[in-house]
């Protein structure tokens, strides 16, 4: 992977790493996860970086005090965040409700917001300076469920970096305990949204049956991935233009296709090309459905645990590049509606019958949409993030996972960032596709490069 071209040169001075407990007592028990949630693909930390700027009317208040203390005030309502994960039986993950805590660190750089300029578009380069030191081999049954830092920047804004066992919560779960500690740290007494275990509602049923196809996690031979070792990073910003030129390219009946959508089937279709896989082949494009509606009724509200799919739309390599634009945009949007109340029992029961076995990643890629998480918009007290979102450009174990965060660009223009990583020529053949899909004559000013 390619390190960034920034020259920007800096310190964090990071204090010891401490454990923060719960502020009062919690119920000392053993919580089973579901089998959505026990999945080997989500068994990593993820990390958001969210950045916030200077607030005068803050002037006397010390980010880390306010928000370490909200953070004990938090643990008391999502106190299995406080526990450790232990593995019982046919390898299945339950919380030790131990209440032992989540790390948190208390930095200082050396540097200003200024400073970063334009790398503050997501991904934020210089991510691993503000992320919690831990060793990525370290078993995640001894490691705390939320590795926190939060350091100051020399002007008085701040940076607020959250990892996350993934196991425990999926990006709206994590959004929703963020908003509570933000609610705790503007002073409020309980969260806003009480939190809601209710594991139950995903575990397998008895007895286990898969009722429905699930492509995501056919297993099939990837001859090819060896070659994917050393990648180079670019994210792209989609603003208004782009998202009416990508629109343009639709037939009258798919004009209701959401932004999502667009952005994911130009990904696919410039990425296939960029990879010049074989015709003949097939290929994935994975994406993260949000199910909690799709229950009925609705999974309750404040439910904070993993409650999504990953519906994979499949073509071959031939038909993908070879169609409209329309083919792959239709692939997508239909793909999504297959995730039903009976689709998720149905992948439930999977993950029991084949041992939790993981994503297909051959000739694949899987893209979350972010941007209803809206990690921009936690407010500690300081006002709405200038920049929230994850702390690296891939999305899980494998390269081919992205995902689509919102962003206002320097310009004031409001648009949605997608990080993309491959090997350096097959990113200069997907951005030569884009910028054809696009009709502009020279290269996008919307690409932004970190080589």
Not at 282 to 308: H, S
Request: with cysteine.
């Amino acid at each position: 992977m390619a390190s960034s071209s920034s020259s920007l040169s800096f310190t964090v001075h990071k204090c010891q790493a401490e454990l923060v407990t719960p502020a009062m007592p919690t119920p000392d028990e053993t919580k089973l996860l579901s089998e959505i949630d026990d999945q080997s693909y989500l068994r990593f930390h993820y990390s958001i970086i969210q950045i916030y700027s200077n607030e005068s009317s803050m002037a006397n208040k010390d980010p880390v005090r306010v928000i370490r203390r909200a953070l004990a005030q938090a643990l008391v309502f999502y106190y299995p965040f406080a526990g450790r994960l232990r593995e019982g039986r046919g390898r299945k993950l339950m919380v030790d409700c131990s209440g032992e805590g989540v790390m948190f660190v208390e930095a200082d750089a050396d540097v200003t917001l200024d400073q970063f300029g334009d790398d503050i578009q997501p991904p934020f380069p210089y991510s691993e300076k503000f992320s919690c030191d831990v060793p990525e081999t370290e078993e995640i049954t001894k490691l705390p469920l939320l590795l926190i830092q939060v350091t100051r920047l020399k002007c008085g804004s701040f940076i607020v970096c959250t990892g996350w066992n993934h196991t425990m919560a999926d990006g709206a779960g994590l959004s929703q305990f963020m908003n509570a500690w933000a609610d705790m740290a503007r002073g409020a007494k309980s969260p806003s949204v009480a939190p809601v275990w209710r594991r139950e509602l995903l575990m397998a049923r008895d007895p286990p049956r898969i009722t429905c196809r699930h492509r995501e996690y056919e297993q099939v031979h990837d001859g090819d991935a060896a070659s994917y070792s050393e990648l180079v990073h670019r994210s792209f910003f989609f603003g208004p233009r782009q998202i009416a030129s990508l629109r343009r390219l639709l037939p009258h009946n798919l004009r209701h296709c959401t932004a999502f959508d667009l952005i994911t089937a130009c990904l696919w279709r410039c990425r296939t090309k960029a990879l010049q896989i074989p015709p003949e082949e097939d290929v994935r494009m994975m994406c993260i459905v949000n199910a909690r509606n799709r229950f009925n009724p609705p999974l309750p509200v404040g439910y904070y645990g993993n409650a999504f799919a990953y519906p994979a739309a499949v073509t071959t390599a031939g038909k993908l590049c070879s169609n409209s634009f329309g083919y792959a945009a239709e692939l997508i949007h239909n793909v999504k509606a297959e995730v039903t109340e009976e689709y998720m029992h149905s992948v439930a029961d999977l993950m029991l019958i084949k041992d939790r076995c993981m994503l297909t990643t051959a000739r694949a890629c899987l893209v979350s949409d972010l941007t209803r998480a809206r990690f921009r918009d936690v407010d500690f007290g300081w006002g709405k993030a200038v920049s929230g979102a994850p702390a690296k450009g891939s999305t899980g174990p494998f390269y081919g996972g992205t995902h689509i965060v919102s962003y206002k660009n320097p310009k004031g223009e409001d648009g949605l960032v997608l990080p993309l990583w491959l090997p350096a020529e097959p990113m200069d053949r997907f951005v030569k596709e884009l910028d054809h899909m696009l009709t502009t004559p020279t290269p996008p000013a919307f690409i932004k490069s970190n080589f």
